[in-house]
């Protein structure tokens, strides 16, 4: 939001009022487990609220700008419910979206990219904003289009309204510009693959979930020699909510996946190793998380495991 708080901070018309807010880590039964707020890493020139005593009723500001589309459709984290886009719209007369990460220009012939906007464009924060920020003309259209589409919505008047919402200003989106982490790749010129799973899968599907994860390495040792395969299995101390069939087919997987020869295989996924995989790794695949939107970030391609 950096761009965009410096333009109404020196516009003398506003006050601005920076407000950090922590996120969640959701357990495998959707609760939240750990917090994450670093709000002492913001630039020292910024004067900062606190979210827990921040009165948004009382002081009713003009604008509140978010960047968190999800509200409690994110599986993987969560902001604080009092913070959903849901929650804040009554206490504001304008609520802004400004998207997280930037993407470039697609269309609907695009079918991956067009489908992975189900994970970001028809989420609460964006359908129920009053103005969405992007940065082409081309991306606006092609949200106009989604939304349409996941709305059910096909007159022309629906249209206009979403034309008059979305605005293209991309002087205010944020742009890693051409600064990013190169690849590293592997040792022996193989393209490095993120493959995240977390404890999730197996508990909500089983043994079901196991094979899924089975067929998926499979799959990756066809390619095994232009792919070389990070795969991330996160929550392993979670593992007490998954059946014992599902536990011991996981850890079948992992011995045939580390006797492949087509990667390494890790568990968790620290800060540290978030900032590794995001440089090395030249693409993703798996369940949303911090290291899809880190890489995200980074303008690398990103794909969605789906439910079967």
Same mark, same amino acid.
């Given at each position: 939001?950096?761009?965009?708080?410096?333009? +109404?901070?020196?516009?003398?018309?506003?006050?601005?009022?920076?407000?950090? @807010?922590?996120?969640?880590?959701?357990?495998?039964? =959707?609760?939240?487990?750990?917090?994450?707020?670093?709000?002492?890493?913001?630039?020292?020139?910024?004067?900062?609220?606190?979210?827990?005593?921040?009165?948004?009723?009382?002081?009713?500001?003009? &604008?509140? %700008?978010?960047?968190?589309?999800?509200?409690?459709?994110?599986?993987?984290?969560?902001?604080?419910?009092? *913070?959903?886009?849901?929650?804040?719209?009554? $206490?504001?007369?304008?609520? #802004?979206?400004?998207?997280?990460?930037?993407?470039?220009?697609?269309?609907?012939?695009?079918?991956?990219? +067009?489908?992975?906007?189900?994970?970001?464009? *028809?989420? /609460?924060?964006?359908?129920?904003?009053?103005?969405?920020?992007?940065?082409?003309?081309?991306?606006?259209?092609? $949200?106009?289009?989604?939304? &349409?589409?996941?709305?059910?919505?096909?007159?022309?008047?629906?249209?206009?309204?979403?034309?008059?919402?979305?605005? %293209?200003?991309?002087?205010?989106?944020?742009? /890693?510009?051409?600064?990013?982490?190169?690849?590293?790749?592997?040792?022996?010129?193989?393209?490095?693959?993120?493959? +995240?799973?977390?404890?999730? #899968?197996?508990?909500?599907? =089983?043994?079901?979930?196991?094979?899924?994860?089975?067929?998926?390495?499979?799959?990756?040792?066809?390619?095994?020699?232009?792919?070389? @395969?990070?795969?991330?299995?996160?929550?392993?101390?979670?593992?007490?909510? %998954?059946?014992?069939?599902?536990?011991?087919?996981?850890?079948?997987?992992?011995?045939?996946?580390?006797?492949?020869?087509?990667?390494?295989?890790?568990?968790?996924?620290?800060?540290?190793?978030?900032?590794?995989?995001? =440089?090395? *790794?030249?693409?993703? +695949?798996?369940?949303?998380?911090?290291?899809?939107?880190?890489?995200? $970030?980074?303008?690398?391609?990103?794909?969605? &495991?789906?439910?079967?």
């Amino acid at each position: 939001m950096e761009k965009l708080y410096r333009h +109404y901070r020196d516009d003398g018309r506003y006050t601005v009022h920076v407000i950090p @807010i922590p996120y969640y880590y959701r357990a495998y039964d =959707g609760s939240f487990a750990e917090e994450v707020f670093d709000p002492d890493e913001y630039p020292p020139d910024v004067e900062i609220s606190d979210y827990r005593t921040a009165d948004l009723e009382g002081m009713h500001p003009d &604008m509140i %700008v978010i960047q968190n589309p999800f509200d409690e459709w994110n599986t993987v984290m969560s902001v604080p419910p009092e *913070c959903y886009s849901t929650a804040l719209r009554p $206490y504001t007369d304008e609520l #802004i979206y400004i998207p997280f990460f930037t993407t470039a220009d697609f269309t609907k012939d695009d079918a991956r990219e +067009y489908i992975n906007m189900d994970h970001y464009a *028809c989420m /609460p924060g964006v359908i129920g904003a009053d103005r969405v920020i992007l940065p082409t003309k081309a991306l606006k259209d092609v $949200y106009i289009e989604k939304i &349409m589409e996941f709305t059910g919505a096909e007159d022309d008047e629906a249209k206009a309204v979403l034309d008059e919402r979305l605005e %293209v200003q991309s002087e205010f989106v944020y742009d /890693p510009g051409e600064s990013v982490l190169s690849p590293a790749g592997a040792a022996d010129g193989r393209k490095k693959v993120v493959f +995240y799973t977390t404890v999730s #899968i197996l508990a909500e599907k =089983g043994i079901e979930g196991a094979r899924e994860i089975a067929d998926k390495i499979r799959e990756f040792q066809k390619s095994a020699e232009k792919l070389y @395969i990070v795969w991330v299995f996160d929550g392993m101390g979670r593992m007490d909510a %998954v059946d014992n069939d599902a536990a011991g087919m996981l850890e079948r997987v992992v011995s045939e996946f580390e006797g492949m020869n087509i990667g390494e295989y890790t568990e968790g996924i620290s800060k540290d190793k978030i900032e590794k995989y995001a =440089g090395e *790794c030249e693409s993703y +695949y798996g369940i949303p998380s911090e290291l899809a939107l880190r890489m995200w $970030y980074l303008k690398k391609p990103v794909m969605i &495991m789906k439910d079967s």
